[in-house]
T-cell receptor
């Protein structure tokens, strides 16, 4: 089955800096890659996603890049703010078995 | 729309007890799934359903049963609770049976097994 590796597990940045979280996946049939943000005690919420026919997608301060050849995708957050502090999860959807596999998460802390 | 509704929000059980975690969605989504979230482990898929009457196992199905008699409801049953099942359980749904669409999560059920 699909395996998603996520790095780093923790990331601390200063307010205004950029943050990058990287994920790799194993199943070349995976074709949809969402990113979720989860605040303490809350549900995971989708912040951005990308499909396999697109190499990059941007939404204000958040961008995601996908390299299908290398099977990795990354989340980029620019001009970080304290409210960006949360756990971020990457995931890969494999349409052949209808499953969404998550990485283990990255705890992002933005220091004022 | 209420989205995805999970009940109860909190539950404490004794080892060996059974219970059902409820999940309902009002978005007419075909795909529904259950995940458990443990510290440092991310979200792991327990069971999923691509439509009414169809269910299948995920990554960690042992000790759990599901059914999907209607499009709206997808209950998760713990047959004989064990301490290893202490976790936060999330139900999710997405539009489209086969397509890659965003999943909408419920607020979760925090379950403790003593």
């Amino acid at each position: 089955g699909e395996n998603v590796e996520q790095h780093p597990s923790t990331l601390s940045v200063q307010e205004g800096d950029s943050a990058v979280i990287k994920c790799t996946y194993s199943d070349s049939a995976s074709n949809y890659f969402p990113w979720y943000k989860q605040e303490l005690g809350k549900r995971p919420q989708l912040i951005i996603d990308i499909r396999s026919n697109v190499g990059e997608k941007k939404d204000q301060r958040i961008a995601v890049t996908l390299n299908k050849t290398a099977k990795h995708f990354s989340l980029h957050i620019t001009e970080t703010q304290p409210e960006d502090s949360a756990v971020y999860f990457c995931a890969a959807w494999t349409g052949s078995n209808y499953k969404l596999t998550f990485g283990k998460g990255t705890l992002l802390t933005v220091n004022p | 729309n209420a989205g995805v509704t999970q009940t109860p929000k909190f539950q404490v059980l004794k080892t060996g007890q059974s219970m059902t975690l409820q999940c309902a969605q009002d978005m007419n989504h075909e795909y529904m799934s259950w995940y458990r979230q443990d510290p440092g482990m991310g979200l792991r898929l327990i069971h999923y359903s691509v439509g009414a009457g169809i269910t299948d196992q995920g990554e960690v199905p042992n000790g759990y049963n599901v059914s999907r008699s209607t499009t709206e409801d997808f209950p998760l049953r713990l047959l004989s609770a064990a301490p290893s099942q202490t976790s936060v359980y999330f139900c999710a749904s997405s539009d489209g049976q086969l397509s890659n669409q965003p999943q909408h999560f419920g607020d979760g059920t925090r379950l403790s097994i003593l």
